[in-house]
C-alpha cells in the first residue's frame, strides 16, 4: 500500500531534537524508499520549503527539496482531477484546510493511507492514516 506523507512527518523528521523519534522517522523513510511506497504530493513540498526556510534559511531549504527529488519518494502533483477531488473534501469538511485535503484526496486516489500525527484527517471517512 502507497504511504503519503503529511508535512508534519517531514518537520518531524528535519526537526525533532528526540533521538527515538528521529530513529522512527528514518526507519518509515527507509522502508517507503526501499519498498517504493512513498508518495510526496507537492502541496506538501511547499508547505515543507517554507517551514524549513523559516527556521533554518533558503540555503538549507534547498539542499531538503534537492535530497527529496532525489529520496526514491514518489512525487504527485495537483492536477484538475485531484484539485476537483480535494475541492468536494473541503466542501464536506470546511474546518480542514485545503493543502490536508489536497493531501487526503492524494491518498485516496493511490488507494493508500497518509502519513501523519495530525487529527482532522480523522475525520474524513475512509481515509487510511499511520504514523511512525
Not at 9 to 16: A, K, V
Not at 48 to 74: I, P, W, Y
Not at 76 to 96: Q, T, V, W, Y
Amino acid at each position: 500500500m502507497k504511504e503519503v506523507l503529511d508535512s508534519r512527518f517531514l518537520i518531524t523528521h528535519y526537526f525533532s531534537k528526540d533521538e527515538a523519534t528521529l530513529s522512527r522517522t528514518r526507519a518509515k523513510l527507509a522502508s517507503l524508499r526501499r519498498e517504493r511506497r512513498g508518495v510526496l504530493p507537492t502541496v506538501v513540498v511547499a508547505e515543507v520549503m517554507n517551514t524549513v526556510c523559516q527556521k533554518a534559511g533558503r540555503d538549507e531549504a534547498r539542499s531538503r527539496f534537492r535530497s527529496l527529488e532525489h529520496s526514491g519518494l514518489e512525487f504527485a502533483p495537483l492536477d484538475p482531477s485531484l484539485a476537483r477531488e480535494a475541492g468536494l473534501l473541503k466542501c464536506a469538511h470546511r474546518d480542514i484546510p485545503m493543502s490536508d485535503c489536497i493531501i487526503a484526496g492524494t491518498a485516496f486516489r493511490m488507494g493508500g493511507a497518509v502519513v501523519s500525527d495530525d487529527p482532522h484527517f480523522s475525520r474524513i471517512k475512509g481515509l487510511r492514516r499511520t504514523w511512525i
